[in-house]
């Protein structure tokens, strides 16, 4: 492995493909020790594709075994930024598996993993959410889509005072309708553009933004 030249450390949940792959991709090119998490052989092979500076992890985010494997594999690893970008569109999915996936286990994941981002300095967690969970005049979304997204933003709001109280920055981010199997091939934003936005709204976050819902380019997005 090289070596991690910024001694800085995250850990991206979900990154065999799309945003999460293009997020391993851009943190090791920048000299980041980057984990992530992929469920099968072929998310391990893309990632092992990137750079020798990424180092993968089988994770499926409703199993409770893996995850703690996942935090006893890196239990003297304090984490700079854990990343949660796992996720799933749910078109043909049961409504029960698409919250369970994409409202409740990101909480699940960060509850376990919290100690390691609390003894880095950075302390840095970040959800991907969407604007498709964003209230409209207060209503919840009507698509399953949406509407796990907008639980996941309320259960957020909710938290991430208690992060905030243990000396965490945290925020939601809007990636953008990105060009993606997701997203779609004609989606106006490329992968690339996504996470280099991203990345560097990361790198440049401050604690006063904690609890912030922004997009891609940083900017503040209506709840």
């Given at each position: 492995?090289?070596?991690?030249?910024?001694?800085?450390?995250?850990?991206?949940?979900?990154?065999?493909?799309?945003?999460?792959?293009?997020?391993?991709?851009?943190?090791?090119t920048?000299?980041?020790?980057?984990?992530?998490?992929?469920?099968?052989?072929?998310?391990?092979?893309?990632?092992?594709?990137?750079?020798?500076?990424?180092?993968?992890?089988?994770?499926?985010?409703?199993?409770?075994?893996?995850?703690?494997?996942?935090?006893?594999n890196?239990?003297?690893?304090?984490?700079?930024?854990?990343?949660?970008?796992?996720?799933?569109?749910?078109?043909?999915?049961?409504?029960?598996?698409?919250?369970?996936?994409?409202?409740?286990?990101?909480?699940?994941?960060?509850?376990?993993?919290?100690?390691?981002?609390?003894?880095?300095?950075?302390?840095?967690?970040?959800?991907?959410?969407?604007?498709?969970?964003?209230?409209?005049?207060?209503a919840?979304?009507?698509?399953?889509?949406?509407?796990?997204?907008?639980?996941?933003?309320?259960?957020f709001?909710?938290v991430?005072?208690?992060?905030?109280?243990?000396?965490?920055?945290?925020?939601?981010f809007?990636p953008?309708?990105?060009?993606?199997?997701?997203?779609?091939?004609?989606?106006?934003?490329?992968?690339?553009?996504?996470?280099?936005?991203?990345?560097?709204?990361?790198?440049?976050?401050?604690?006063?933004?904690s609890?912030?819902?922004?997009?891609?380019?940083?900017?503040?997005?209506?709840?």
């Amino acid at each position: 492995m090289k070596a991690n030249t910024l001694g800085k450390r995250i850990l991206i949940i979900g990154a065999s493909r799309g945003i999460g792959l293009g997020f391993a991709d851009i943190f090791s090119t920048n000299g980041w020790e980057v984990h992530a998490t992929v469920r099968d052989d072929v998310g391990e092979q893309k990632l092992n594709r990137l750079s020798s500076q990424v180092i993968s992890h089988r994770m499926d985010v409703r199993n409770s075994k893996e995850i703690s494997q996942v935090a006893t594999n890196l239990k003297n690893k304090p984490l700079d930024i854990l990343l949660h970008n796992a996720g799933v569109y749910g078109k043909g999915m049961n409504k029960k598996d698409v919250i369970e996936i994409n409202s409740i286990a990101p909480f699940n994941v960060v509850e376990n993993l919290l100690p390691l981002v609390l003894k880095s300095s950075k302390k840095t967690i970040a959800l991907l959410t969407s604007q498709m969970g964003a209230r409209n005049g207060g209503a919840t979304p009507s698509d399953i889509y949406g509407e796990s997204k907008c639980a996941l933003n309320d259960s957020f709001r909710e938290v991430e005072t208690s992060w905030r109280s243990q000396g965490v920055t945290a925020v939601v981010f809007h990636p953008g309708w990105v060009a993606t199997d997701m997203g779609g091939r004609s989606a106006p934003i490329s992968v690339k553009n996504s996470v280099r936005g991203m990345y560097h709204v990361l790198e440049q976050l401050k604690p006063a933004q904690s609890g912030s819902f922004l997009t891609w380019e940083g900017k503040k997005h209506p709840w």
